[in-house]
């Protein structure tokens, strides 16, 4: 499995990948146009990305890519946003996340829910709705 994890912030970077068994191929990127590049390659299994991202926010980075899957008929990859405030959710579920965790994130929560997304990331697809982390 292959994970990409977004943010510019390497505390939080580095709690989305502590908890990740050894067999989990990570990428981390910091920018968005990085993010981009990475996600063309279409070989990303599960997204952790920082909604906080900046310049173009981590929801918006989230929302273009759900648009251009649904466009183009092809499989976006499970995704998990970080939100800095309980009320960023609406943004979350806008952007069409999976989930939705609290920064600063815990690492195992984190490696469960990266775990589970990737078990059905063949058949993912957008949910609509984000399940946040209190």
Same mark, same amino acid.
């Given at each position: ?21 050894? /067999?989990? /191929?990570?990428?981390?990127v910091?920018?968005a146009?990085e993010?981009? +590049?990475? $996600? /063309?390659? #279409?070989?990303?299994? !599960? $997204? ?9 926010? #981590? @929801?918006?980075?989230? @929302?273009?890519?759900?648009a251009?899957?649904d $466009? /183009? #008929?092809?499989?976006?990859p ?17 952007? +069409?996340?999976?989930?939705? !965790? ?10 469960? +829910? !990266?775990?589970r $997304?990737?078990?059905?990331? !063949? ?5 609509? #709705? ?5």
């Open positions: 499995m292959r994970v990409l994890v977004v943010s510019p912030d390497v505390g939080e970077r580095s709690r989305a990948t502590s908890a990740l068994p050894a /067999e989990v /191929e990570v990428v981390q910091t920018t146009p993010a981009h +590049r990475a $996600l /063309e390659r #279409g070989d990303v299994d !599960v $997204l952790v990305i920082d909604g906080d991202l900046r310049p173009e926010g #981590g @929801y918006s980075v989230l @929302y273009e890519l759900r251009a899957g $466009l /183009e #008929g092809r499989r976006t499970p995704a998990i946003v970080l939100m800095d405030r309980r009320d960023d959710r609406f943004l979350a579920e806008w952007a +069409r996340a999976d989930e939705a !965790v609290l920064k600063p994130s815990d690492p195992f929560d984190l490696a469960a +829910r !990266v775990m $997304l990737g078990d059905g990331a !063949v058949a993912s697809q957008p949910s609509g #709705g984000a399940s946040a982390s209190e």
